[in-house]
């Protein structure tokens, strides 16, 4: 597969996309060695789907996960999880926060209102 620029893709128009995401699927369905009936049915849709989705016609994102499913390529879209990253100014300001030493606490010989013996 030729790899493309992030210039090419922003430039280019869905319709080509849905061909680019076509091309892929066609790619690793072949380099599997399985057919067009076998991967529809392992993805749970009919062959004319699949050829219509190789195509760039005819495509849904349902159709797209089922495909990537029955390829064993779903872990390509972890790309899209949402991940929280914290801001280096976060990172400061929970590092104040952080205790440096421990306490002594329910030491008997430590009152915290001490009588005075006088």
Request: glycine share 6%.
């Amino acid at each position: 597969m030729t790899e493309l620029s992030d210039k090419t893709w922003i430039s280019a128009s869905d319709t080509a996309l849905l061909g680019i995401l076509g091309a892929f699927i066609r790619h690793h369905r072949l380099q599997q060695n399985k057919t067009q009936s076998r991967l529809a049915t392992e993805a749970g849709i009919v062959r004319s789907t699949l050829s219509l989705f190789e195509k760039g016609e005819n495509t849904s994102l349902l159709v797209f996960i089922q495909l990537l499913r029955a390829l064993k390529l779903l872990h390509m879209l972890q790309d899209f999880q949402v991940k929280q990253q914290v801001s280096p100014i976060q990172l400061a300001r929970l590092e104040q926060t952080q205790r440096i030493r421990a306490r002594r606490t329910g030491d008997p010989d430590r009152r915290t209102n001490p009588e005075s013996g006088w």
